[in-house]
Each structure stands twice: as structure tokens, then as C-alpha cells.
């Protein structure tokens, strides 16, 4: 692995959302965004991860939204691209793209649908980082690919790639973590995908969290890591426990379907919409989601 700064892909680095209007991409209120979870706290930014809808978005409109991300972020703060797709072809040509644009690290989905086997996985990233300049990790999601990485399918991709320097991991596995950590090591960029889990993981040894609530509270969301980086377990718990409903309340539909409800209610975003199949929170929804971001504090 190649060496990396010691601040460097650590904390809190949330999966930006997509905003559109009228059905297009509105890039000036992401570029709001970007500036808004650097004012936050936040320690990095992931564009086109699965917060996105990347999915429902054209391969133009997802290397746009990594270039404007760069070019609002100006270095202030890493800008990680999620690159994957189900296409070899389609990621490879956003990986190179990401690049071109000076994304600072990669992420990249474990292909999704086709369910490959492991021996499949260790060549499919193998001829990607072939091409790869930058660090990059995995994106480890089998609730939404189908696939699942195993330890061993880890340790040989890091073998065969020097620019591998972590994975998103969002499954309820702790112990998959700690194996992880104790065979490729500390320096090992684990970030958290399960909001619920930050905690326990962060505790493990993960470098931080790429967690969809860090789009409604950066700033808790980033504190959480600064007390655990620090070694302050109680105020960790205590942050645990006053995120936790948020953190539940993510996942009461399709992320970002409560997401981007939640923004919209708290003047985050100005249109709450969505691609199809993805749909907006039904009334029943939105109820319940008011009582959680007043129980939060985040509703005047």
C-alpha cells in the first residue's frame, strides 16, 4: 500500500445527494453543497455514491458532478469519487475521468447484478487498477450489489495493487472489520457505510465514516470521529445515542427517499425530487420523519 498522510481519508466524508430540478441535475445547488459541508466540519466529500442515485444519472452527469466537485472543493477538503457501475467499460471510463479531473481517491462498487464469484472480483478490480494513479478503495454493499468481498478477496487485491488503501464497508459485520484490520493493518482506511455502526466500528479501528446522515448534520457526524480519534469514548457514545434516531430514520424507505425529505424540510434543499423508480416520502412518511428531526432539534 502506498503511504498516505496520517489526516488523510480519515473522518467524516459524507455521500453527497443528488439535487434536480424539474428532472435535470441542478449543479448550482450541489455546488451549495460541496460549500456547505466544508463550512460543516466535514473532513471529505463522496460524490456519485449510492446517496446519489448514481444509477438514475447519465455517465456525463456523474463526471460533471465529480469536476464541479473538485472544482468548488479546491483542496480544501478530499473529494472521493465513486466510480463503480455493473459495466467494466462504464466504470473504467469514469475511473479515468475522475482522475483526468483531479479527484483525490476512488471508491468503486462491487459490480452489482451480475453476482460474481470471488475469483471474478480479484481480476475485474485488478485490470481497473491497472489504470489507477490515485488511491482508491472498495465498496463493499451486498444489500444493494448482490456480492460480498471476502477477507481473502481483500488481502489479494491489496497484494496485486499499491494504490488499494481501504474499503467502504456497509454490512452489520464487525467482525469482518476486525480480521480486516488485523491482516492488512491499521493504516488501512475502513470507513464506516451503516450509520448505526459508527460507534462499534469506529471503536474496531475504521478511519471514519461515509455515512448518509452527515448530509443533514455534518457537524455532529464529524465530532463523533474527532472524539473517538481522541480516544474520548463517552463523549463518542453520547454522540452515538444523539444521532441515533437520525441514523434509524435514513433507512425508514430507499435511501435517500427520507434523506432528501429531511433536507428539504430543514432548507437544505430547495426541490425534493427524485428519478424514477425512485419517489419522494409519502405523506405518512413525512410524518414521521417531522417528529424525528424535532426530536433532533433540527426543526424550529
Known sequence: ???????????SVPPLVT???????????????VEGQIAGGSHGILVCGTTAEPSTLTLDERCRLVRLACEVARRRVPVVAAT?????????????????????????????YIRPSQRGLVEYYGELARRIRIPWMVYNIPGRTAVAVEVETMERLA?????????????????FVGQLLQRLGFDFRVFVGLEELSFPMLALGASGMMNAVGNLAPGAVADLYEAMARGDLAGGRALH????ELNQAIFFDTNPTPLKYMMKRIGLLERNEHRLPMLPAAPALEERLDGVLQRAGLLE
Open 1 to 11: 500500500m502506498i503511504a498516505l498522510d496520517a489526516g488523510f481519508l480519515r473522518g
Open 84 to 112: 463503480g457501475s455493473q459495466s467494466h467499460a462504464e466504470t473504467q471510463a469514469l475511473t479515468e475521468d475522475a482522475q483526468a479531473a483531479g479527484a483525490d481517491a476512488l471508491l468503486i462498487v462491487t459490480p452489482y
Open 159 to 175: 497484494a496485486a495493487s499499491e494504490h488499494l488503501v481501504g474499503i467502504k464497508h456497509a454490512v452489520a459485520d464487525l467482525g
Open 241 to 244: 445515542y444523539r444521532l441515533l
Open 19 to 33: 439535487p434536480f430540478r424539474y428532472g435535470a441535475v441542478d449543479f448550482d445547488a450541489f455546488a451549495t453543497l
